[in-house]
């Protein structure tokens, strides 16, 4: 039998399953497989650039049986078992072994051209030498491969957009320059046009601007992709990465319900527990804590959903661990309850990152509230923290908790009257954060170190320091509560001219539960 090259289409409305016609979007992957294996291919690749990487897997695999000598199938596997590339973390050996298991079974079904054999062989970077060469390595590795592969194929949209994709992975979260993601963004910006229902090009362009001063770029991307694959729960929660980096809140907020109640649809638990720590953040900007506290109490049964078996999507169980600890530590740090902070659970888990915040915010209640020996306790956890995520060389999250080590000692200092080393304690945890981007698995810092410095520099009667600290947070963090809220007491206190007053009153219009105190001083004192 001889089998010609074809182009596979997906057509967002002709696709069936349990919940209704999908819609995934539409993409064109040209390949040599059988026909009977073009459908399932075609469901699995739309599902791969949403990072739906379960659904993909088991679609890839169904091609796959319908054309066992369908390599490329294989090698969609394989990119799949790799799952979200913006997650920082080090790939479990379990996921090694099966990315390499789908390498040798592209290998052994081949490929009828030198495209797909260039994107096997690609893959392949991402797994080879796993139990000896770092991660950072391989990762760069398939960086290369695949700048070769499009160099050699420019004008095949998917090779391109594959490239672009392993382009943003591959940036350096200490650089920044954000090279590598303008780069990216670059490339599939120029596909977006050409094809405005895939999905993929969309969503790589929100990854790849996502940073602060690269944000508004991906604001056009962000409002369409959600409409493009309304099925993929992912889809519906990326906008609001674009959405979070300029204090759009409720539409940050929208869409990260439209994304937890696709993802609890589908058993995607940790899709879901991450779209809700993002939903969380948002209401907490715009002082919606009783809506908050909703979300707050049904976290218990997430959770207890989470202990079952669920679909792999675009969150890693990093993220839903991670989310379990920041949901009720940015409810109790957000409104400054700080007993409620110190008193908070460390929930068990194998994550040393999502340990750290429990302690982070623990220790940061507990320095607040004058507790010394809580405060104390925190710093000791979190230093043990740190040294067990660098002795595994999770070297960003290593970075990650060093901040929040430094954060808590910072006021733990200053209750113990110790001013100049709580001040230099802060600073250099705000240098660091500066000096750092996020990940992507969280909507921002639990309390971010610069503002937590102006704070600081608050109590200490510094209003102008502080003022500047503010402002420096608002320019990464845009329409934070906290820092619109310091900043316009940093005003009050040095009699300036109220630029922030009207800013926090607009961003809390819509506020419900108890009015906050920074919100009914503000109103009390007449500056409405």
């Known amino acids: 039998m001889i089998f010609t090259l074809t182009a596979v289409a997906l057509s967002a409305l002709t696709l069936q399953h349990q919940h209704g016609p999908e819609q995934l979007g539409t993409v064109k992957f040209e390949n040599s497989c059988a026909a009977a294996a073009h459908a399932p291919f075609a469901r699995a690749m739309a599902l791969l650039h949403s ?73 392949a970077a991402l797994y080879t030498d796993g139990d000896k060469v770092n991660q950072r390595t391989r990762v760069l590795a398939y960086r290369d491969a695949m700048k070769q592969v499009a160099a050699r194929y420019p004008k095949d949209p998917e090779t391109l957009a594959f490239y672009a994709l392993a382009l943003a992975a591959s940036q350096d979260p200490t650089d920044m320059t954000y090279a590598s993601l303008v780069e990216a963004g670059q490339i599939v910006e120029k596909l977006v046009p050409t094809q405005p229902d895939h999905p993929g090009f969309v969503h790589y362009v929100i990854h790849a601007y996502d940073a602060p001063p690269l944000a508004a770029r991906a604001l056009g991307a962000a409002q369409r992709y959600a409409k493009i694959a309304p099925s993929a729960p992912h889809a519906l929660h990326m906008p609001s990465h674009t959405f979070t980096r300029l204090g759009y809140w409720k539409d940050s907020i929208d869409t990260n319900i439209a994304s937890a109640e696709v993802a609890r649809k589908l058993n995607s638990t940790f899709e879901e527990l991450h779209a809700l720590d993002y939903q969380m953040y948002a209401y907490l900007q715009l002082a919606k804590d009783a809506s908050a506290k909703r979300l707050l109490d049904q976290l218990p049964n997430v959770i207890a959903r989470a202990a079952a078996p669920a679909t792999s999507g675009a969150a890693p169980p990093l993220a839903g661990g991670y989310a379990v600890a920041a949901i009720p530590a940015r409810y109790a740090l957000e409104r400054r309850a700080w007993a409620d902070a ?141 820092a619109l809220a310091g900043a316009v007491e940093a005003e009050r206190q040095i009699a300036a001219k109220g630029t922030y007053q009207a800013e926090l009153l607009t961003l809390v219009a819509a506020a419900d539960g108890p009015v906050r105190p920074e919100v009914a001083a503000l109103k009390q004192g007449g500056r409405e």
Not at 377 to 391: D, F, N, P, R, T
Not at 399 to 411: D, F, N, P, R, T
Not at 446 to 452: F, L, V, Y
Not at 470 to 480: A, D, S, V, Y
């Open 342 to 482: 110190a008193k908070l659970d460390v929930t068990p888990t194998s994550f040393a990152n999502a340990a750290a915040v429990t302690w982070f915010a623990k220790g940061l209640g507990a320095a607040r509230s004058k507790d010394v020996a809580g405060a104390r306790a925190a710093v000791e956890s979190l230093e043990q923290l740190q040294a067990k995520l660098a002795q595994g060389g999770e070297a960003y999250w290593a970075e990650q908790v060093k901040i929040q080590h430094l954060g808590v000692s910072a006021w733990l200092a200053l209750a113990e009257g110790k001013t100049e080393d709580a001040l230099k304690a802060m600073r250099e945890a705000a240098d660091r954060e500066d000096k750092t981007e996020k990940n992507a698995v969280t909507p921002g810092p639990i309390a971010p170190a610069r503002e937590q410095l102006g704070e600081m520099l608050l109590e200490l009667k510094q209003p102008k320091a502080a003022l500047e600290a503010f402002e420096i947070t608002l320019k990464k963090e845009p329409n934070r509560f906290r």
């Open 51 to 123: 990072f739906e990487f379960g659904m993909a897997i088991e679609s890839f695999n169904a091609a796959a049986a319908a054309d066992p000598s369908c390599g490329i199938a294989h090698w969609g596997v394989a990119l799949s078992r790799w799952g979200n590339p913006f997650a920082a973390g080090i790939k479990p050996p379990a996921a090694i072994q099966a990315g390499n298991a789908a390498v040798a079974a592209a290998r052994k079904a081949g490929a009828r051209t030198e495209r797909e054999q260039a994107f096997i062989e690609a893959v």
